[in-house]
């Protein structure tokens, strides 16, 4: 089957066979020195002087950073990319088909606004987001079945992946709490990662060489505590904004990004930054990412001296209600006690 035709019809506007270029497109060239905060997670657990110190300029100054040393081996990595590009290579309509009903996994595209249950959030068509997607949450996904022996086979790396996931998820966590001094009891910990809301999603986005199209994922914050991103090696298109000016996310292979989102922000009091960012589309070569989204549980109470007390539940259906209203997501400034007009 021709790559064009996986692709959602919608999206085949921009997406163009693949073609390898020997420099691979928008790739960063090594040499390029990289800016970003690079983080070892194990001198992170070990309580190291200089990586805590260096961890809490990265959650202040950027709301994001390099994780290295994180105990993923590099062969899911791989796997997964591999599993990944093959399922996305399938027909849009064998995808479609696959994900419909009651299932937990859904099929996206066009859009990476969904409700909780995984349906797509009506937008503008000014608003297309040239991307398509996965949505696995993971409490459910030991017990998803499908029929696409492709979707079942990357189910399982998932499932794995999501282990260490959640376990770099908490780590991340524990170690921001304690630079912030948050006193959260050990039990109570684990409502601000809520094991049970973890969210995978697996994103494939066309290449495109015409930039005035727009973008593969719009400017926004995450609504996350953090979200923990794998992509792929050598094809770039993350970009975050720091110091009003957009910096390339670079990929290098078998680290995570690591971005923290408004939950966290929120959580912290502002110290920390939820990170603004957004994906453009590599002008050569479509991109595949994989993000994983740790959230608290729904109904846990975020106190902040900077905004009323709300739930993440209230928090996302502002930010749904927003997105069918007024278009796009406003996010914590909707809870700011100062901004009661929006409200
Ligand atoms: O695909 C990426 O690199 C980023 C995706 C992202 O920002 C998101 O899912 O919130
Ligand atoms: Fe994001």
Aim: net charge negative; hydrophobic share 30%.
């Amino acid at each position: 089957m021709n790559n064009l035709e996986s692709y959602p019809p919608i999206l085949r506007h921009v997406s163009h066979p693949r073609h390898h270029s020997p420099d691979g497109g928008d790739a960063i060239h090594e040499e390029e020195p990289d800016p970003l905060p690079v983080i070892d997670l194990e001198c992170l657990t070990h309580d190291e002087t200089k990586t805590k110190k260096a961890f809490e300029e990265a959650c202040k100054h950027w709301g994001l950073f390099r994780l290295v040393n994180h105990g993923v081996p590099s062969t899911l990595f791989s796997q997964l990319q591999h599993q990944a590009k093959q399922l996305f290579s399938l027909s849009f309509e064998s995808k479609q088909a696959s994900c419909s009903g009651s299932n937990p996994v859904t099929y996206f595209w066009g859009t990476p606004a969904l409700t909780p249950s995984g349906t797509v959030l009506t937008t503008a068509p000014q608003n297309i987001n040239w991307v398509e997607g996965f949505n696995m949450p993971l409490p459910h996904l030991s017990q998803f079945q499908s029929q696409l022996p492709q979707l079942h086979s990357f189910r399982d790396s998932v499932v794995e992946y999501g282990e260490h996931m959640s376990r770099i998820g908490r780590r991340l966590f524990e170690a921001m709490a304690k630079n912030l001094d948050l006193n959260i009891e050990a039990s109570s910990s684990s409502s601000y990662v809520a094991e049970n809301s973890g969210i995978m999603r697996i994103y494939r986005y066309p290449n495109c060489s015409n930039s005035d199209v727009g973008l593969g994922m719009e400017v926004h914050t995450d609504s996350s505590v953090v979200s923990i991103l794998s992509q792929e090696n050598e094809v770039s298109g993350l970009e975050l904004l720091k110091d009003h000016q957009w910096l390339t996310v670079k990929p290098i292979s078998n680290t995570l990004i690591v971005n923290l989102g408004d939950m966290m922000q929120a959580i912290s009091d502002d110290r920390y930054k939820s990170v603004t960012h957004r994906v453009k589309l590599n002008s050569e070569r479509e991109r595949i990412s994989i993000c994983y989204f740790v959230f608290p549980d729904e109904d846990l109470q975020i106190q902040s001296s900077k905004y009323k007390p709300f739930s993440y539940k209230q928090f996302r259906a502002k930010v749904q209600q927003d997105v069918k209203t007024v278009g796009y997501k406003v996010g914590l400034p909707r809870f700011q006690h100062t901004h009661d007009s929006l409200n």
